[in-house]
Every structure is written in C-alpha cells, then in structure tokens.
C-alpha cells in the first residue's frame, strides 16, 4: 500500500506550493489518488496556517478531500502533540469532532499517547501507531494493551542523512520485533525519504511519500506536487519489483 502525506506541519515559509486549504487538499488528494495512492494522511489547518485538532478545520479537510477522491480512499489526520496544549486537551478535541476521518496517526513516544488512542477507539477511528527511530516507542508500543488494536504501525525513520537512513530503517524494523498482528507502514522524511522509501520496497512493507516527508524528488530537483511525489515513489517500487496492493 501506498500513503500519500499531503501537507504536514509544514507550512508556505517553507513551500509555496504547499497545500493548506480544504480546497487545495482536494485537489492534491485526487491527483495523487489518480497517479496511485492508495490512502491519505494530512494535517488540518487553522486560519493561521498551523495545524489544529479543533472540530471545524478538522471536517472542511477531510470533507474536501473524500469528495474529491474515489469511494473506499482512506483520509487520515494527524493528532500529534504540537497541535494542542496537553494530552488531555487533544482528546477534548477529538471528542468533539463532527466528522470523523477514517484513521489518525497518534506518536506513541508523546506524553499521553494511550489516552489519545483510546479516545480515537472508542469514536471509531482508526489508529496509525506512530513509532520513530530514535526514541522509546518501540518499546513503549510493544508494552502496550492497545498494539493489538491498531490499524497499523507507521515506522518513522528520522534519520535524514540519506548515507545512514536505510540502514536506522532496518534498525527500526527489527526494534518493533517480528509477530507484529498489524501492517507495518515504513516511511523517512527529507533526505531520508527516498532511501527509506526504496528499502520498504525491498522488504515489502507498506510505504508513503508526499510533501509532509520530502520536498524534492529523487534527482534532488523541487517537486511541483504530491502527484510528482507519489509518480516517482511507484517507479522506484516497481523497480524493486514490488507490488502496489490496497
């Protein structure tokens, strides 16, 4: 399976093209989707261009970009710590979602990890156990009551240097530990990106590529979009020889 990150915490400093509206999400969901992703993964944004777990940013985006794509396109939102003050304040928020998306991703190295996913569970969306390289996470997840309960494990190589990052992947791997009950979804970001990438090919892991997790495409050249994003992520796995499976 293939994910498409559309926007991240990124912001227009950063990336002009980015985007940030509801409409403009839209329209970068359904060109990815047409150049072969399979789900979706974006950061809803608040009038100041910063991400938010508040109930009305949260269902203008994922509404705009389901309309806009194809029936049984998965649209997930982010939950993570910078989006509000406390644990328990990001779980006021997504109670008081009035559109719920199809999964979040909730970083299980944050303080109050499993309150959040519980909260995710018992609305009825799905979790994306977000493991980084780097921390206790692995650890923290294995131990958890909730690793059976998730939609998958989303392995977030944070390792950049793109000499280094395929190796900390396959690092990060073998750290989550064999006999996993969910799908493993193996990702880098910035120059880690496509080196990681290319390695969950080659292990036939779900992967994701998109503006949250690199600007540039292989050649190093600035990506025009994540349809460009998402283009040259499947040539590299179908060179590897892998499969694209929803």
């Known amino acids: 399976m293939l994910q498409v990150c559309l926007n991240g915490a990124r912001d227009r400093a ?99 990890a499993e309150l959040v996913a519980g909260v995710l569970l ?21 131990a958890s009551a909730l690793s059976g309960r998730v939609l998958r494990v989303l392995a977030e190589v944070t390792d950049t240097d793109p000499a280094r990052a395929a190796a900390t992947a396959l690092a990060l791997v073998d750290d989550l530990g064999a006999g996993l009950a969910v799908p493993v979804l193996l990702h880098g970001e910035d120059g880690g990106a496509w080196p990681v990438l290319s390695t969950a090919a080659r292990l036939g892991l779900d992967a994701r590529i998109g503006m949250e997790d690199v600007l540039t495409l292989p050649d190093g050249s600035v990506a025009m979009d994540n349809a460009q994003l998402v283009k040259a992520a499947v040539a590299i796995i179908r060179l590897q020889g892998a499969r694209i499976d929803g």
């Open 14 to 112: 950063e990336c002009q093209g980015l985007p940030v509206s509801p409409a403009e999400l839209a329209i970068h969901a359904a060109a990815a989707v047409a150049a072969a992703a399979q789900d979706i993964h974006l950061h809803p944004k608040n009038a100041d261009g910063l991400d938010t777990l508040e109930a009305g940013p949260v269902a203008a985006s994922v509404s705009a970009v389901r309309a806009a794509v194809p029936h049984g396109i998965r649209v997930g939102v982010t939950t993570g710590a910078w989006t509000a003050e406390s644990p328990g304040h990001r779980a006021e928020l997504i109670r008081s979602w009035t559109t719920l998306p199809d999964h979040a991703s909730v970083n299980w190295h944050e303080d109050g």
């Open 122 to 142: 018992e609305i009825g969306v799905g979790i994306e156990a977000g493991i980084y390289s780097g921390t206790d996470a692995a650890r923290r997840f294995r």
